[in-house]
């Protein structure tokens, strides 16, 4: 990947950046607020995918029966579709039914194609993650370097991608047109539960069965994990989520409108009673002061710090030496992830501190969970 050194976002911007796009991502859950959230998105609206054609491999439409004219000649067999009419956040899209110049306009955007099978030739890294480029490595393409609040649509243009692919935020929203005549965008909500997103995306690629099979084989894991926890704990352990950021101080992940708070519900866990308050939905995250800090202790202590965006800045604070819960450093990145690898790496993490040897996965750990959890 090429250096970002010459266009490193000042503080604020990043604040202002990463806060809106990387942060604000995490709004994925999983219930009826999240869902409403999806319906009622930036664009006003986020409809269930529409084929023109039926559903199921590509290109698998039967040849029409011909019939006899009266010079007696015959028809040619209908062709195989070439395209299929998906409706989404920007409106409606032909797609083509066999892509293969995939622009993927974000990392998260990437980790969804490559969870149904398919490789974009070119990922745009966004979201400023840490934890992409070995993925992207390891799948054979090497990440560029992009601003959403300064997009590249020309040079996207130069590429001739035969489908875009990206979340909805409000700044591509904004520039929707100019990106489809980059190419065919297809835009999913990222205020949807992170199964809902996934199936999206599969039905705009026609890939329905392929997600069908992903999200079942997650929600296994969870029923397994959340099983576990059952019999190892006599009453529910309440768990808490913290971080704190570059340029801002600490804050909370809220049990609503979060992936993360909807998979501790998901697994029977408790949240703190400050962590199960309102938030805004354009950005679900309970900001704090150091001085109350242990109103967000709990059992179990998850702080955001992957030394990236997140920094390591919440062990400083003077109160926390003051929690009495099991503390464990873990990768904001995944934790505020609404992708289903970052769910993955959610559950080993909560595994693994609660069941386990206490040993959360690193940056180190990326590309070897990557490839169990592709099987």
């Not at 998105?41 to 439409?61: D, F, I, V």
């Not at 039967?62 to 209908?78: G, H, L, M, V």
């Not at 934890?131 to 001739?160: C, F, Q, R, S, W």
């Not at 769910?343 to 169990?372: C, F, K, M, P, Y």
Request: glycine fraction near 10%.
């Amino acid at each position: 990947m090429k250096s970002r050194t010459n266009r490193r976002p000042s503080p604020f911007v990043r604040v202002a950046l990463a806060l809106s796009m990387v942060l604000m991502a995490a709004c994925g859950g999983d219930g009826g607020d999240q869902t409403e959230a999806a319906d009622t998105g930036a664009s006003g609206s986020a409809s269930s995918a529409s084929a023109s054609e039926p559903s199921g491999s590509a290109g698998a439409s039967a040849p029409a029966a011909t019939e006899a004219t009266d010079d007696d000649s015959t028809d040619e067999p209908d062709a195989a579709p070439e395209f299929r009419t998906i409706e989404h956040l920007g409106g409606t899209t032909d797609v083509p039914v066999d892509p293969k110049n995939i622009l993927a306009l974000d990392e998260y955007s990437a980790f969804q194609l490559w969870d149904l099978g398919f490789e974009p030739t070119t990922v745009y890294a966004s979201l400023l993650t840490l934890y992409t480029e070995p993925v992207a490595n390891e799948m054979g393409v090497e990440l560029t370097e992009h601003l959403l609040a300064d997009p590249a649509i020309e040079a996207a243009a130069a590429i001739a991608p035969d489908l875009i692919v990206s979340f909805g935020h409000p700044v591509t929203l904004e520039r929707y047109d100019l990106w489809s005549e980059a190419g065919p965008m297809f835009l999913y909500s990222d205020a949807a539960p992170w199964q809902e997103q996934l199936t999206r995306v599969g039905e705009a690629l026609g890939a329905e069965d392929v997600a069908a099979q992903r999200i079942a084989g997650i929600d296994a894991e969870i029923a397994r994990i959340a099983a576990e926890i059952d019999a190892a704990f006599e009453t529910p352990p309440t768990v808490s989520i913290m971080g704190s950021g570059e340029g801002f101080g600490p804050f909370a992940a809220p049990a609503m409108l979060t992936t993360s708070g909807a998979l501790l519900d998901q697994l029977g866990l408790d949240r703190p009673d400050a962590q199960r308050v309102e938030v805004n939905p354009a950005l679900p995250l309970i900001f704090f002061s150091e001085e109350t800090l242990l109103d967000h202790d709990a059992d179990f202590v998850f702080v955001l710090a992957d030394g990236g965006f997140y920094g390591d800045g919440m062990g400083d604070l003077p109160l926390f030496p003051s929690l009495t819960g099991t503390t464990a450093n873990v990768s904001g990145e995944f934790w505020l992830g609404t992708f289903p690898f970052a769910v993955s790496w959610i559950l080993a993490d909560i595994e693994a501190v609660l069941l386990g040897d206490g040993v959360t996965r690193t940056g180190a750990d990326v590309v070897d969970h990557w490839n169990a959890y592709r099987g």
